[in-house]
């Protein structure tokens, strides 16, 4: 394949200096070595519930303007772009469709979830919007459960993806002072489970081929991965640390970090099993969007706007885009690729089409509940999927994973500390 890159804790906060053990258990006063901690959990645990833990959205013309204070609070985000964004939501009525993608996938996980005959509730909590990670841990609580495994509704690395939910459902337990009462955990960040990127490969492998009954085959096709840009300083931080202490340390993944790095990995993955049955190649790259924060502050590029105004020069007539970065087809989805990213493309003269994100796709359901079964009955590393090198990912994110530099230490669940 001739693809090129071209983008190429606690139950309560604790202090710093607390280790958690593999079950989010505190050891206080655990030694350096104890600290690193098993990254994989490999006996079972009789965990009470699932929690799923989406993002948010509003669902009301008055809902956007506290919602997005809600998103952006002391993080930097111009006034311009909140008004923007807040324009894509009003455009739809004030309404985010991603609360119903998650009553959707609720129900769809509870469904298969009674077809393996397992006996575990489904929760559901957001990070941004009702309900609250806060209602869904007081939901807990007043039906007896002890012990979550958490699914959160994100694959990847990075500050936004992984340790922004553990720091919230940190923050959670403290503020419903369950701290001492309720145990949560997290699967691993799954973009590498097959039952992610499964429905990715069927998108692209379908679009491919509609383009080739249409008459455009290799090299007038190029495919687009696109995923939510990140500042290049978090990107950086993504993943693991070196070491607790050695934030800014060279993590191996290249410039763009754990982050850019996995995704490039599934892209890879996805272009090779959707071209299984072509013997020519399609030439693929790894884009950016919906980046927010000030003109200043480096973001990862290249954004899927600007990659798409260069195509033509190379001979392209068609594009396809993937929203490899996203599970359903929320708002960053439909106004950044399908309006934006398609008004480029004609304007470009392209052809375009985006291919769907897993939302409820049977495969992706599956995989999830494979990621609840693996920690439910300890599965060993060497025995769990992942179809990338970097898989399987930690079930305990190791120390100093995914820190964002602007907001300091904030304790987290699912980790070692700090
Ligand atoms: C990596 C990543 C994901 C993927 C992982 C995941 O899915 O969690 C993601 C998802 C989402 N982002 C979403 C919405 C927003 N993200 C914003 C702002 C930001 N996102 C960032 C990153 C990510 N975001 C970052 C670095 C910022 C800058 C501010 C900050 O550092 O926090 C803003 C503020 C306005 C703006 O600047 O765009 C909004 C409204 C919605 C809901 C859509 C809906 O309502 O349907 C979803 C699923
Ligand atoms: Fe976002």
Redesign the pocket.
């Known amino acids: 394949m001739a693809a090129h890159n071209l983008g190429t804790a606690g139950r309560k906060p604790a202090p710093a200096t607390d280790a958690f053990c593999a079950s989010g258990a505190r050891v206080p006063g655990a030694t350096p070595a104890a600290q690193s901690g098993p990254a994989h959990v490999e006996q079972p645990v009789a965990y009470d519930a699932i929690l799923l833990a989406g993002?948010g959205g509003p669902e009301g013309q008055d809902d956007v303007i506290p919602f997005l204070r809600n998103?952006t609070g002391g993080r930097g985000i111009p006034d311009e772009r909140l008004e923007e964004v807040a324009h894509h939501y009003r455009h739809f009525g004030g309404i985010s469709p991603i609360n119903q993608q998650n009553r959707d996938l609720r129900a769809a996980l509870e469904a298969e979830l009674a077809a393996r005959g397992v006996d575990l509730p489904v929760l559901w909590g957001n990070r941004n919007w009702d309900p609250y990670l806060n209602d869904a841990l007081v939901e807990a609580e007043g039906r007896g459960f002890r012990r979550l495994l958490t699914l959160a509704t994100s694959a990847y690395s990075s500050y936004?993806s992984c340790r922004q939910y553990r720091e919230d459902l940190a923050d959670a337990l403290q503020d419903t002072g369950l701290g001492g009462v309720i145990e949560i955990d997290k699967v691993r960040q799954f973009f590498d489970h097959p039952g992610f990127v499964q429905p990715f490969v069927e998108g692209v492998r379908d679009a491919l081929a509609a383009y080739e009954r249409a008459g455009y085959g290799p090299g007038e096709v190029e495919v687009l991965f696109a995923t939510?840009s990140i500042p290049t300083t978090d990107a950086l931080r993504s993943g693991p640390a070196v070491s607790a202490d050695e934030l800014d340390a060279d993590r191996g993944f290249g410039g763009g970090g754990a982050y850019a790095a996995q995704h490039a990995a599934v892209a890879e993955v996805v272009m090779r099993d959707a071209t299984a049955d072509w013997d020519d190649t399609y030439t693929w790259q790894l884009v950016y969007q919906?980046r927010s924060g000030p003109a200043t502050q480096p973001w990862l590029e290249p954004d899927v706007n600007d990659a798409i105004a260069l195509l033509p020069a190379r001979g392209i007539k068609a594009v396809v885009i993937v929203p490899l970065g996203f599970m359903s087809d929320h708002m960053?989805v439909l106004w950044d690729l399908d309006n934006e990213a398609m008004e480029t493309s004609a304007e470009h003269g392209l052809q375009a089409v985006r291919v769907p994100t897993p939302g409820t796709h049977p495969a992706f359901v599956s995989g999830l509940v494979d990621l609840v079964m693996e920690r439910v009955t300890g599965t060993p590393a060497s025995d769990r999927p992942a179809v990338t090198e970097y898989g399987p990912w930690y079930d305990v994110c190791r120390p100093g994973c995914c820190q964002n530099v602007r907001r300091g230490f904030q304790p987290a669940l699912s980790g070692i500390a700090p």
């Open positions: 993002f998103v936004s939510h919906s960053e």
